[in-house]
Every structure is written in structure tokens, then in C-alpha cells.
């Protein structure tokens, strides 16, 4: 009898330890499948994006604030978001010297303004809540990327017209499929401006292209752009020649006396050209290009079109335009900036408003 008591205790024993088991099983499987649940719901709610420095960065799938510390790279986030561009953080420069953007997106003036030069305030800026943050090379970058916040670098490395382009296309992957559609839209637009354009300045002979000056005022200085600079690019695509590319490198600024020296048939002007002493200086007065008055003053519009802004592929347009008036005959410039306003910015321009973009003037 005490055998048989003690066999139904062994059984009974050896039951309970295989329902402890499989008890005990059951919970590492849930916990493993807990753990592939949630490790699913990371990839879902994240996506990696490879930036402008090559670094691949894990962004939300779903971005609805956005930080830049460059005012210009608004321009960027305006082409492929227009009105609902997300921007909650940026430099407060955007109110001082884009009065354009603030036209357009007024919303701007009760924003975040962290970035001040290459300083940020970061707790101001962790306040705004981004979802991911602009950065070029000195916009603090470690200490943002220390506050959590993921940080997508946008540096044009080449100084080209393909890293507008690129910056553009990487902005619309970052904000979502909608968006990135949109930079898709712009990249084409740019890229067939550049075939209609080069299409015909490519058959210019070397001896019948103009001589081009591209020069930014600040006040009584100047500035040229040389070589290696997507201005460059636009000399030599719109069919003329860049006369301070052998001798300037980027960008640089260069004396009167210089400018004397070169005295190029044509000079594009970035810059308010009436407000600075430079055009009153007697020594301009006798440039060639001032004489034959062909001096051409930039557009400026959410952003200089002269600069690295999105506004460039306008640009193209009309330095063809005002270059060789007789070779692009077809091109009306104004049509040309109400569609890409309405088109990218979301903005339906007024004529009074392309008048006063296209001869640089601020917003009435």
C-alpha cells in the first residue's frame, strides 16, 4: 500500500513539474512574440534615410514638425510642402530678410527661433517638439542629436545644381510620399529647363559668348562667384563665360580694380544694387557692361534666386532670357514664376507681386 502511495506521488510530482514546463515555455514564447510585436512596431513607426553626408538616419515614418537652422533650406521644405510646410523651429532671420516666405506663410512669424547662427538654444528647440531637424556642418548637431531629436544633414558639398536637387528630393523622402512626390515634380522641372535651355546655348561658338560677371553687393563691397559654385554652372549652361572663374575658386570677394581688369560684357547682380555704394562709385560707371546697360539685377523671391534655393530653376530661365533675348524668345518669365509659386508654394501670385519679385523689391 505505502509502494503504491508513493508511485501516485512520484506521478503526481512528475505532472506538476511538466506543467511548470510548459507553463514556463509558454511565457518565453509570449514574451519572445511580446518583444517581436514591439520590435515590428519600431520599423513601422520609423524609416531610414540616407542624408546629404551619406549618414543613414532613422526619421519618423509619420513627420509633422520639422526644425531647420537655415532660413534658406525653408525654401526647400516650401517647394515640396507648400502651406502646410511643418516648420515649427528656425533661425529668426527668416523674419529680417525673407519678407517673401513671411507673405507667403505668415504662420512663420509665431514659430520657434533657436538657431542663431552657430549657436542653438536647445531647450528652446527641444520645447518646439520636432520630429527631425535641418542641420548644416556648426548647427550644434551633437547636442541635437543628444536631445533625442533625429538630425538630417544637409550640406552642399559639391556647390552644384545637382545638390539643389538632391537636397530637394532628400527634404520629400524625410516629410512622406506625398512629398516626396512633389520633389520628384520639381526635379523634372528643374532638369527640363536645363535641356530646353541647353538645347540651343550648346550650339553658341566659344568666340560669340558674352563675357558674365556674377556678383553679390553687400553695401560698398563685391563679391564674385568663381569656379566650383552652381552659379558657375548657370553661366556656362545659359551659353556665356565666366570671366573670374580662372581666377577665383567658390566664392570671393574681389576690388573695384579687379572688376576694371576683367570688364565683362554682361554683369547678373545679387543683391539691392540702388541701396549699396557700389553703383556709385565713379570706377563702375566705366565698366562695359554698365555703358552698354547690361547689367541684370536677380529676382528675389521666398529666396534669392541667385543663391542655393529652389527658386534657381527660375533662375536658368531668365538669365537665358535676358543673356540671348532673341534665342528665347518663347520663354515669359512671369508665366514661368506664377506656375512654380502656385505649383510648389501654394501661392497664386498677383501680377503686382511677380512685378515687384522679379526687379528684387519687397512685398507691398
Known sequence: MFKKLKINNLIILLVVLCMILVIGLMGCENKSSSSSVSSNKQSQSTKTIVDMDGNSVKVPVKVTKVATSWPG??????????????????????????????????????????????????????????????LRKGDSVQKVKEAGIPVVMIDYKHNSIEDIINSVVITGKVLGENEYKKAEQYKDYFNKNISKVSSITSKIPENER?????????????????????????????GAINEAANEVDGYKEVSMEQMLKWDPDEIIVDGNLKKSKVAKNPSWSQLKAVKDNKVFVSPSGVFSWARLGTESALQLLWMAKNIYPQKFQDIDIGKETKYFYKNFFEYELKDNEVKEILNCENPI
Do not use: H
Not at 87 to 95: E, G
Open 73 to 134: 533650406f525653408c525654401n526647400a521644405l516650401f517647394t515640396v510642402s507648400g502651406r502646410n510646410n511643418k516648420i515649427v523651429a528656425t533661425s529668426p532671420a527668416i523674419k529680417k530678410s525673407y519678407p517673401w516666405a513671411i507673405k507667403l506663410y505668415p504662420q512663420l512669424k509665431n514659430i520657434c527661433y533657436p538657431f542663431n547662427g552657430e549657436t542653438t538654444n536647445i531647450e528652446q528647440l527641444v520645447k518646439s517638439k520636432p520630429d527631425v531637424a535641418f
Open 210 to 238: 558674352p563675357k558674365v560677371i556674377y556678383l553679390s553687393v553687400q553695401n560698398q563691397s563685391i563679391s564674385v562667384w568663381g569656379r566650383n559654385m552652381p552659379q558657375n554652372e548657370t553661366i556656362n549652361m545659359v
